[in-house]
Nanobody
Framework: QVQLVESGGGLVQAGGSLRLSCAAS?????MGWFRQAPGKERELIAAISWSGETPYYADSVKGRFTISRDNAKNTVNLQMNSLKPKDTAVYYCAASPAKVIFTTPRHYDSWGPGTQVTVSS
């Protein structure tokens, strides 16, 4: 397991952009960004393998969000464009010991504390 810390959340108007960053205390394999809105389950919105090839995106963010990673710096980023009020949630960075991408939270063994993203209409 590694320690993860997210940054970059905040309040933005609809149509705006935010960039989330996640710093890991050590080497990671597959990484994911989850989000959880009040009263809803935690959902995976983007994930990336060690190689960075063929990242995963949930349909709800495809074409608007971009996940990237810098293995030399042990960081993973989430660029969020064209934000919508329904994107409002707490966003979590997570690390999986697997080299392939899994979409369910139980496959991730390290979690950051989360960062709030609020999109106003």
């Amino acid at each position: 397991q590694v320690q993860l810390v997210e940054s970059g959340g905040g309040l933005v108007q609809a149509g705006g952009s935010l960039r989330l960053s996640c710093a890991a205390s050590g080497r990671t394999f597959s990484m994911g960004w989850f989000r959880q809105a009040p009263g809803k389950e935690r959902e995976l919105i983007a994930a990336i393998s060690w190689s960075g090839e063929t990242p995963y995106y949930a349909d709800s963010v495809k074409g608007r969000f971009t996940i990237s990673r810098d293995n030399a710096k042990n960081t993973v980023n989430l660029q969020m464009n064209s934000l919508k009020p329904k994107d409002t949630a707490v966003y979590y960075c997570a690390a999986s010991p697997a080299k392939v991408i899994f979409t369910t939270p139980r496959h991730y063994d390290s979690w950051g504390p989360g960062t709030q993203v609020t999109v106003s209409s």
